[in-house]
């Protein structure tokens, strides 16, 4: 069936990077664009931007900029999120979701989420 | 500060019929016909229920519908049920440089 599929959570120190991946399965990974979107503990959902699966263009949502890197490996039909110099207010769950298979800008297919604690 | 704002809370009884807004502007839910519709249970991923103001995806019960007026858009839910206690997140295109928004999120809570 079509799902996606994402890493375990993390626990790293401020400063450090993390690397979370989306493992997508039971369709055609570069028909579909790639969204990621940031929940913080008790929070709605905020959306940090998209990946162009069939280009590797990556655009990002104000905010996340800068420190946030959209990439992915089609060979393995995975998206890869990296933060880097993480905060304190990094800690969040992190969901990546599919785009294009319905409607207008509707993401359809959700990971399970990527729990990232950031902490000393 | 969501860009698109809906109620924190709505709550309704077992068969009631309750109704979630989201206001936006011109730019997202007024201007477009792209809103979206999320359920969230606690600790689970969000799932689509309505897309493009109106549609529902295969498989989302017929008891959720869509609609928008101006730069509100609404979601309704009839013949509550227990299960549907949840949040739920609007969502919209916006011409702005960020594309994409969501709403602050509604905890709706079935008495």
């Known amino acids: 069936q079509v799902q996606l599929v994402q890493s375990g959570s993390e626990l790293k120190k401020p400063g450090a990077s993390v690397k979370v991946s989306c493992k997508a399965s039971g369709y055609t990974f570069t028909s579909y664009a790639m969204n990621w979107v940031r929940q913080a503990p008790g929070q709605g959902l905020e959306w940090m931007g998209w990946?162009?699966?069939?280009?590797?263009?990556?655009t990002y949502a104000q905010g996340f900029t800068g420190r946030f890197v959209f990439s992915l490996d089609t060979s393995v039909s995975t998206a890869y999120l990296e933060i880097s110099s993480l905060k304190a207010e990094d800690t969040a769950v992190h969901y990546c979701a599919r785009a294009g298979g319905i409607g207008n800008g509707a993401f359809d297919i959700w990971g399970q989420g990527t729990m990232v604690t950031v902490s000393s | 500060q969501s860009a698109l704002t809906q109620p924190a809370s709505v709550s309704g009884s077992p068969g009631q019929s309750i109704t979630i807004s989201c206001t936006g502007t011109s730019s997202d839910v007024g201007g477009y016909n792209y809103v979206s519709w999320y359920q969230q249970h606690p600790g689970k991923a969000p799932k689509l229920m309505i897309y493009?103001?109106?549609n529902r995806p295969s498989g989302v019960s017929n008891r959720f519908s869509g609609s928008k007026s101006g730069n509100t858009a609404s979601l309704t839910i009839s013949g509550l049920q227990a299960e549907d206690e949840a949040d739920y997140y609007c969502s919209s295109y916006t011409s702005s440089s960020t594309h994409v928004v969501f709403g602050g999120g509604t905890k709706l809570t079935v008495l």
């Open positions: 493009d103001v109106t």
């Open positions: 990946i162009n699966t069939n280009t590797g263009n990556p």
